[in-house]
C-alpha cells in the first residue's frame, strides 16, 4: 500500500519516489504533512488550503535594535516595556509545537540583542521546530556565528539594501552598516548556514539590484530575497520610494532568470505576482507565493491554486515582542494575545484571520483575476495603502489604475498624506 502510494504521488506530482522518501525521513517535511492533513482534517479541501496552524511564525524576538532602517515595520528602537519573558517565551516556543509549528523565524527589531535568544532558540530546536534567524547581521562575528549555531539555528537571513556601503547605510540610518554586514554574511556562510541575504527594493536601489546579486554569488550565499516594500511603521515615511507595477514586474523576470540559469544564489521574491508572471511567461507555475524556480513537470502546478499566492493569516502569522498576533509582520492588525488567549485559538477564531484566507472577498483587479488563487495580491500592501486587507495590491499591473490613484506627479503617496 505504501508503494503504491509513493509510485501514485511520483507519476500525480512528477516528483521522484526517492525524493518523496527521503522527505518522509525528515522531521519537518512530517510535521509540515501532519499540519496539512489536521487541517483538512477540520476544514476539508479548501481552495486555497487552510492549515491547522502557520507552517512558519515570524516572531519580532525584541523591539530593540543597534540600526534605524528608513523601512523598519516595527519602528524598532528601544526593547518594549512588557517582551515577553524567557521563561513565556519558552512556554509559547512549547505550545507552537505542539500546535504543529514548522518553522519559528526570529526577527526584531535585532534578536540578537537579546541575550536570552540562544536559550530560547535551542529550546525551539529541541522541540523539533526548524529554527531561522534574522538579523541585519552586523553582530554576526565568526564567535557569535558559532553560538548561534550552536543554537540550532539552520538559517540566516541578513538584510543587505545597497550594492556599498553607499546606499546600505543610507537605508539603515547607521554608518559604518555595510562593512560589519558583509563581515557577518561572511562570517554565517562560513558557519555552515543556509545564508540569505534579504533585500527591499525600493526606487533608491532597484537600479542595483543586478549588482546585488553579483555581491550575493561572490560571497557564496545560498538565495537572495527581495522584499516587496510595505509602507508601515517606519515605511510610511517613504512610502513615495516604492517602485511601479512594470517594475516591479520586471524585477521578477529577472530574478526568474537568475534562478533558472543555476550559476549562482537562488533569486526569490516575496511578491505573490511571481506566480502570475511566471504563468504570462510561460514558465511554470510557482508553488509557494516566493518560488521563482523553473517550470514545474507532472501536475505539481495543480498545488498552487491550494498552497499559492499571499499566505498572510492563511499560511503564517507574526507574533510581536509584547505577545501580539498579528496576520503578517507588515500588517500591524492585532488578533490578539498570547498571554490572554491560546496560540491556536486564536489562529482558528480570528475574524480578520478567516477572512484572509476568503480569496472570494478580494476587491478590484484581484477579484475577478485568474490567478486569485495562485497569487491574490500582497494582503499588507493593499491594507497599507487602502486600509482594506482585501483591496486591491497596487503593485500588479492588473491593478494599474489603483496605482495611478495613489500617484501625485509620478511618485506614490498615501491617501492619508495626500492634501486637498
Given at each position: 500500500?505504501v508503494?503504491?502510494?509513493?509510485?501514485?504521488?511520483s507519476?500525480?506530482?512528477?516528483?521522484?519516489?526517492?525524493?518523496i522518501?527521503k522527505?518522509l525521513s525528515?522531521?519537518?517535511?512530517?510535521?509540515?504533512?501532519?499540519?496539512?492533513?489536521s487541517?483538512i482534517?477540520?476544514?476539508?479541501i479548501t481552495m486555497?488550503?487552510?492549515?491547522?496552524a502557520?507552517?512558519m511564525?515570524?516572531?519580532?524576538?525584541?523591539?530593540?535594535?543597534?540600526?534605524r532602517c528608513a523601512h523598519c515595520?516595527?519602528?524598532?528602537?528601544?526593547?518594549?516595556?512588557?517582551?515577553l519573558d524567557?521563561?513565556e517565551?519558552k512556554?509559547?516556543v512549547e505550545?507552537?509545537?505542539d500546535a504543529?509549528?514548522?518553522?519559528?523565524a526570529?526577527s526584531?527589531?535585532e534578536?540578537?540583542?537579546?541575550?536570552d535568544?540562544?536559550?530560547?532558540?535551542?529550546h525551539?530546536?529541541?522541540?523539533?521546530?526548524?529554527v531561522?534567524?534574522?538579523?541585519?547581521?552586523t553582530?554576526?562575528?565568526?564567535?557569535?556565528?558559532?553560538?548561534?549555531k550552536?543554537?540550532g539555528?539552520?538559517?540566516?537571513e541578513?538584510?543587505?539594501d545597497?550594492k556599498?556601503?553607499?546606499s546600505?547605510?543610507a537605508?539603515?540610518?547607521i554608518p559604518?552598516?555595510f562593512?560589519?554586514?558583509?563581515?557577518?554574511?561572511?562570517?554565517?556562510?562560513?558557519?555552515g548556514?543556509?545564508?540569505?541575504?534579504a533585500?527591499?527594493?525600493?526606487?533608491?536601489?532597484y537600479a542595483?539590484?543586478?549588482d546585488?546579486?553579483?555581491l550575493?554569488?561572490?560571497?557564496?550565499?545560498?538565495?537572495?530575497?527581495?522584499?516587496?516594500?510595505?509602507?508601515?511603521?517606519?515605511g510610511?515615511?517613504?512610502?513615495?520610494?516604492d517602485i511601479?507595477?512594470?517594475?516591479?514586474r520586471?524585477?521578477?523576470?529577472?530574478?526568474?532568470?537568475?534562478?533558472?540559469?543555476g550559476?549562482?544564489?537562488?533569486?526569490?521574491t516575496?511578491?505573490?505576482?511571481?506566480?502570475a508572471?511566471?504563468?504570462?511567461?510561460?514558465?511554470?507555475?510557482?508553488v509557494?507565493h516566493?518560488?521563482a524556480?523553473?517550470a514545474?513537470e507532472?501536475?505539481t502546478?495543480?498545488?498552487?491554486?491550494?498552497?499559492?499566492?499571499?499566505g498572510?493569516g492563511r499560511?503564517?502569522?507574526?507574533?510581536?515582542?509584547e505577545g501580539?498576533?498579528?496576520p503578517?509582520?507588515?500588517?500591524?492588525?492585532v488578533?490578539?494575545n498570547?498571554?490572554?488567549t491560546?496560540?491556536?485559538?486564536?489562529w482558528?477564531?480570528?475574524?480578520v484571520?478567516?477572512?484572509?484566507?476568503?480569496r472570494?472577498l478580494?476587491?478590484?483587479?484581484?477579484a475577478?483575476?485568474?490567478?486569485k488563487y495562485i497569487?491574490?495580491?500582497?494582503r499588507?500592501?493593499?491594507?497599507a495603502?487602502?486600509?482594506?486587507?482585501?483591496?486591491?495590491?497596487?503593485?500588479?499591473?492588473?491593478?494599474?489604475?489603483?496605482w495611478?490613484?495613489?500617484?501625485?506627479?509620478?511618485?506614490?503617496?498615501?491617501?492619508?498624506?495626500?492634501?486637498?
Amino acid at each position: 500500500m505504501v508503494g503504491l502510494t509513493l509510485r501514485r504521488s511520483s507519476d500525480l506530482f512528477g516528483v521522484s519516489e526517492d525524493d518523496i522518501k527521503k522527505g518522509l525521513s525528515e522531521t519537518v517535511f512530517l510535521r509540515g504533512l501532519q499540519n496539512v492533513l489536521s487541517g483538512i482534517a477540520r476544514y476539508g479541501i479548501t481552495m486555497p488550503q487552510i492549515v491547522n496552524a502557520p507552517f512558519m511564525v515570524v516572531w519580532d524576538f525584541t523591539h530593540r535594535c543597534n540600526l534605524r532602517c528608513a523601512h523598519c515595520y516595527q519602528d524598532a528602537q528601544k526593547a518594549l516595556p512588557h517582551e515577553l519573558d524567557t521563561d513565556e517565551a519558552k512556554r509559547l516556543v512549547e505550545e507552537l509545537a505542539d500546535a504543529g509549528v514548522v518553522v519559528i523565524a526570529f526577527s526584531g527589531g535585532e534578536p540578537l540583542m537579546r541575550k536570552d535568544f540562544f536559550e530560547v532558540a535551542a529550546h525551539a530546536h529541541k522541540h523539533d521546530i526548524y529554527v531561522a534567524l534574522a538579523s541585519n547581521g552586523t553582530l554576526i562575528t565568526p564567535e557569535m556565528a558559532g553560538r548561534i549555531k550552536g543554537a540550532g539555528v539552520e538559517y540566516v537571513e541578513i538584510s543587505v539594501d545597497g550594492k556599498d556601503a553607499a546606499s546600505h547605510d543610507a537605508m539603515r540610518g547607521i554608518p559604518g552598516a555595510f562593512d560589519r554586514t558583509i563581515a557577518g554574511v561572511r562570517n554565517s556562510v562560513a558557519a555552515g548556514f543556509y545564508t540569505c541575504i534579504a533585500t527591499t527594493v525600493t526606487r533608491a536601489n532597484y537600479a542595483e539590484v543586478p549588482d546585488i546579486y553579483a555581491l550575493a554569488s561572490d560571497l557564496g550565499v545560498n538565495r537572495l530575497m527581495c522584499f516587496n516594500f510595505i509602507p508601515t511603521g517606519r515605511g510610511v515615511d517613504m512610502a513615495g520610494q516604492d517602485i511601479s507595477p512594470e517594475e516591479r514586474r520586471d524585477l521578477m523576470r529577472y530574478l526568474m532568470a537568475r534562478t533558472r540559469e543555476g550559476k549562482g544564489p537562488e533569486a526569490l521574491t516575496t511578491a505573490p505576482q511571481i506566480a502570475a508572471v511566471a504563468v504570462a511567461d510561460e514558465k511554470g507555475v510557482p508553488v509557494g507565493h516566493f518560488y521563482a524556480g523553473e517550470a514545474i513537470e507532472g501536475k505539481t502546478g495543480l498545488l498552487a491554486d491550494f498552497i499559492g499566492g499571499c499566505g498572510a493569516g492563511r499560511l503564517y502569522c507574526s507574533i510581536e515582542p509584547e505577545g501580539n498576533v498579528q496576520p503578517c509582520v507588515f500588517m500591524p492588525i492585532v488578533v490578539g494575545n498570547v498571554r490572554d488567549t491560546p496560540f491556536l485559538e486564536i489562529w482558528h477564531s480570528a475574524e480578520v484571520l478567516q477572512k484572509l484566507r476568503d480569496r472570494s472577498l478580494l476587491s478590484g483587479a484581484c477579484a475577478d483575476c485568474g490567478n486569485k488563487y495562485i497569487c491574490g495580491g500582497c494582503r499588507a500592501r493593499g491594507w497599507a495603502y487602502f486600509g482594506d486587507i482585501h483591496a486591491p495590491d497596487p503593485g500588479c499591473i492588473n491593478n494599474r489604475d489603483y496605482w495611478e490613484s495613489l500617484l501625485v506627479g509620478e511618485v506614490p503617496v498615501l491617501p492619508s498624506q495626500k492634501k486637498g
